[in-house]
């Protein structure tokens, strides 16, 4: 269940109950009253802010829908869960395009520069996803292109490996006077 809630009053404003498993994420729309939901029973549910009531319902994932974003515009939804991105619409609801990858557990979703960063772990791997959102319906046409190009890149972090030491660093200018003179030592 989510809930928005009247600080100054201390009380429950209103309980969005449409959710049959745990609630992962919420975001507010950019421009208008509407709330998406992410839940673990893989749906996102939509719901108009000023009527309290529900717009849609999105088809269920394979997995748990672990994040969600909605693009800077405001146009579409994106969705993370362990083994995809999606991009979602809400009015109707539909899925405008899909991207198999294997996040793991994604943590966060941004976007920055035409590009859907991500940001996942699993076990001892941290991985991070640059996706071109212009490959991306409904803001590109990709119908047959996509075969083997990759909208993505992938960095991976493993903490057996080793971090090259920095060489010492080197004075510059002249030389340095000694703090004691070594002549007057015993």
């Not at 046409?141 to 075969?147: A, D, F, I, P, T």
């Not at 960095?155 to 340095?176: D, I, L, M, W, Y």
Request: proline fraction near 8%; aromatic fraction near 10%.
């Amino acid at each position: 269940t989510a809930k928005i809630w009247d600080l100054t009053a201390a009380k429950c404003f209103h309980d969005f109950t449409r959710h049959s498993g745990a609630i992962n994420d919420v975001q507010f729309h950019p421009k208008e009253f509407l709330l998406a939901i992410a839940s673990s029973d893989r749906t996102i549910s939509f719901w108009d802010l000023e009527e309290f009531s529900e717009v849609s319902l999105s088809s269920p994932e394979s997995c748990a829908i672990r994040r969600i974003l909605f693009h800077p515009s405001g146009d579409a939804v994106f969705s993370g869960s362990q083994d995809s991105l999606r991009v979602h619409g809400w009015e109707p609801s539909n899925q405008f395009d899909y991207l198999p990858i294997s996040w793991g557990k994604v943590v966060d979703i941004q976007v920055s520069c035409d590009q859907l960063i991500g940001v996942s772990f699993l076990k001892t791997n941290i991985t991070l996803w640059c996706v071109d959102i212009q490959k991306l319906k409904p803001w590109g046409n990709l119908e047959g292109k996509r075969g083997n190009i990759s909208a993505r890149r992938q960095f991976h972090f493993h903490e057996e490996e080793v971090v090259p030491q920095r060489p010492p660093t080197q004075p510059s200018g002249p030389p340095q006077k000694p703090l004691i003179n070594e002549e007057s030592m015993p």
